[in-house]
C-alpha cells in the first residue's frame, strides 16, 4: 500500500530522498537501457503519485509550484524516471478538469494507492501533432464505446495501471478513455529506439477493438470551451523535466572540471576549476541553469493565481505566456549546458564508461516535443501586440 503524503513540504521532502537513490546508478540504466521497473515501484510506493489528489478526497492537494519541483528533483536524478509520471499527472487533471464525481472518486482512490497512469495520445501520420483519427465507436451490443488504433510515443504506458487514450467521440469532439492495462485487445509495446530519454519505454501502443465502458470516458473538449490553464500545465511539466536536465548536466560537469579536468598549459592554472576562461564559461552556463529555475518557479506560481481564480481570462494568459517562457528557456539551457561543459572537462568527457552525453542526448530528445520557435513566436507576439496564446492545449 503506498504511503499517503500529506503536506506540500512533505512531498518535496519525499521527492529529494527518492532522488539521490535515483541518481545512484543513472548513467548505467541509461547505457545499459535497463528500465526502471523497482525505481518506479519505489515511486508509487513513496505517495508522490497522489500529491495531487484534492484534500476533500484524502489527498495532499499541492499545488503546480510544488509539483515542478517535484518533478524538476526526479529529472536531474534521472530525466527518464522524471518524464514517466509527467503524463500520470496530465491525466490527473483531465480528470479534475471534467471527469464525473463518480470518476474522481474512484481514480483518486486509485492514485492514492500507488496507481500509475500511462499515456495514448500521439499519433503518427496525421497532419500534425494536434490531429487525431482513433476514435470511439458506439458498441450497440454492449454498450460504451470500441476504440481501434495505434498510438506512438507512449510514455509511461508500459509501466502503468491505467492506460488513458485520447481519441475522438461523437461530433469529432476530443475524449479521454481510461483504460485498464490488461484490457483485451491492448498491447503496449516495447519499441522505443530514441538517442535519450532511453528508459521511458516511450514506445507503442495497440488498440484492437477494445471495450470502453461509458464510465471510463471523460470529454476533455469541455476543457477549451472556457477560460484554462491545462496546456500552460503541461507544457509547465516538460520545462520542469528539461530544467532537471540543466541541472544534471551542470553538476556533473562541474565536478567533472573538478576531479579530473586539465588546465589549459597557456593559462597559468594549476587545475582547470582555476583556470579564468573556464570560470568565466561555467558561469554562463550557471546563469541559463539559474534563470531556467527561476522562470520554473515563477510559471508554477502563475498557475496557481490562476486556478485559484477560475474563469478568469486575464491570470490564466499569464500563467500561458510564463509557462511559454519557463518552457524556451528550459530548452536553450538543458541544450546547451549539456553540450558545452563537454569543451571545459576536455577529452576526458568523450569516453563512452563516463556516459556524460547522456543529459545531451536526453535535452536534445525530451526538447522536441515542441518547437522552441513557437514559444518565442507566442512571447514576442504577446509582448508587441498584447496578443494571449491560444487555447490549443500545447501553450
Keep these: 500500500?503506498?504511503?499517503?503524503?500529506?503536506?506540500?513540504?512533505?512531498?518535496?521532502?519525499?521527492?529529494?530522498?527518492?532522488?539521490?537513490?535515483?541518481?545512484?546508478?543513472?548513467?548505467?540504466?541509461?547505457?545499459?537501457?535497463?528500465?526502471?521497473?523497482?525505481?518506479?515501484?519505489?515511486?508509487?510506493?513513496?505517495?508522490?503519485?497522489?500529491?495531487?489528489?484534492?484534500?476533500?478526497?484524502?489527498g495532499a492537494g499541492v499545488g503546480a509550484r510544488t509539483l515542478g519541483e517535484v518533478i524538476r528533483l526526479l529529472s536531474a536524478a534521472d530525466s527518464s524516471i522524471g518524464q514517466i509520471p509527467q503524463n500520470?499527472?496530465?491525466?490527473?487533471?483531465?480528470?479534475?478538469?471534467?471527469?464525473?464525481?463518480?470518476?474522481?472518486?474512484?481514480?483518486?482512490?486509485?492514485?492514492?494507492?500507488?496507481?500509475?497512469?500511462?499515456?495514448?495520445?500521439?499519433?503518427?501520420?496525421?497532419?500534425?501533432?494536434?490531429?487525431?483519427?482513433?476514435?470511439?465507436?458506439?458498441?450497440?451490443?454492449?454498450g460504451?464505446?470500441?476504440?481501434?488504433?495505434?498510438?506512438?510515443?507512449?510514455?509511461?504506458?508500459?509501466?502503468?495501471?491505467?492506460?488513458?487514450?485520447?481519441?475522438?467521440?461523437?461530433?469529432?469532439?476530443?475524449?479521454?478513455?481510461?483504460?485498464p492495462h490488461d484490457a483485451p485487445g491492448l498491447t503496449v509495446v516495447d519499441d522505443w529506439d530514441g538517442i535519450g530519454q532511453r528508459t521511458t519505454a516511450s514506445g507503442t501502443v495497440r488498440l484492437d477493438d477494445v471495450h470502453v465502458p461509458q464510465e471510463r470516458v471523460v470529454p476533455h473538449?469541455?476543457?477549451?470551451?472556457?477560460?484554462?490553464?491545462?496546456?500552460?500545465?503541461?507544457?509547465?511539466?516538460?520545462?520542469?523535466?528539461?530544467?532537471?536536465?540543466?541541472?544534471a548536466a551542470l553538476e556533473e560537469g562541474g565536478e567533472l572540471i573538478r576531479t579530473v579536468a586539465r588546465p589549459w598549459g597557456e593559462s597559468g592554472a594549476d587545475r582547470a576549476a582555476g583556470e579564468p576562461l573556464v570560470i568565466q564559461k561555467f558561469g554562463e552556463l550557471a546563469l541559463l541553469v539559474r534563470s531556467a529555475e527561476a522562470l520554473l518557479e515563477r510559471?508554477?506560481?502563475?498557475?496557481?493565481?490562476?486556478?485559484?481564480?477560475?474563469?478568469?481570462?486575464?491570470?490564466?494568459?499569464?500563467?500561458?505566456?510564463?509557462?511559454?517562457?519557463?518552457?524556451?528557456?528550459?530548452?536553450?539551457?538543458?541544450?546547451?549546458?549539456?553540450?558545452?561543459?563537454?569543451?571545459?572537462?576536455?577529452?576526458r568527457s568523450a569516453l563512452r564508461g563516463g556516459n556524460l552525453d547522456r543529459h545531451w542526448r536526453n535535452a536534445r530528445t525530451h526538447t522536441l516535443h515542441d518547437p522552441r520557435r513557437w514559444k518565442i513566436q507566442h512571447l514576442g507576439n504577446h509582448a508587441l501586440n498584447g496578443v494571449t496564446p491560444p487555447a490549443n492545449g500545447i501553450v
Design 221 to 247: 473538449h469541455l476543457t477549451f470551451e472556457r477560460p484554462e490553464v491545462f496546456g500552460a500545465f503541461g507544457q509547465y511539466l516538460h520545462a520542469a523535466v528539461d530544467t532537471g536536465i540543466a541541472r
Design 299 to 347: 510559471a508554477g506560481a502563475a498557475i496557481d493565481a490562476a486556478r485559484g481564480a477560475p474563469g478568469d481570462e486575464p491570470l490564466a494568459g499569464e500563467a500561458s505566456i510564463a509557462v511559454t517562457a519557463a518552457r524556451a528557456q528550459a530548452d536553450t539551457a538543458a541544450v546547451t549546458v549539456a553540450s558545452e561543459v563537454f569543451a571545459l572537462i576536455g577529452t
Design 1 to 58: 500500500m503506498a504511503h499517503v503524503i500529506a503536506t506540500e513540504a512533505e512531498a518535496a521532502r519525499v521527492a529529494a530522498k527518492l532522488a539521490e537513490g535515483f541518481r545512484t546508478g543513472a548513467a548505467r540504466r541509461d547505457a545499459d537501457r535497463r528500465l526502471p521497473r523497482a525505481e518506479l515501484d519505489a515511486l508509487s510506493e513513496s505517495g508522490l503519485l497522489g500529491v495531487t489528489v484534492p484534500r476533500a478526497h484524502g
Design 88 to 142: 500520470h499527472f496530465f491525466f490527473v487533471e483531465v480528470l479534475k478538469e471534467n471527469g464525473t464525481e463518480e470518476q474522481r472518486a474512484f481514480f483518486y482512490g486509485e492514485l492514492l494507492a500507488g496507481r500509475r497512469f500511462g499515456n495514448a495520445l500521439a499519433e503518427k501520420g496525421t497532419r500534425h501533432a494536434l490531429e487525431f483519427a482513433t476514435r470511439l465507436v458506439p458498441d450497440p451490443v454492449a
Design 144 to 179: 460504451g464505446f470500441r476504440l481501434t488504433g495505434t498510438k506512438d510515443y507512449a510514455t509511461g504506458a508500459l509501466f502503468a495501471h491505467w492506460v488513458p487514450v485520447f481519441a475522438l467521440g461523437p461530433e469529432d469532439r476530443l475524449t479521454a478513455a481510461f483504460l
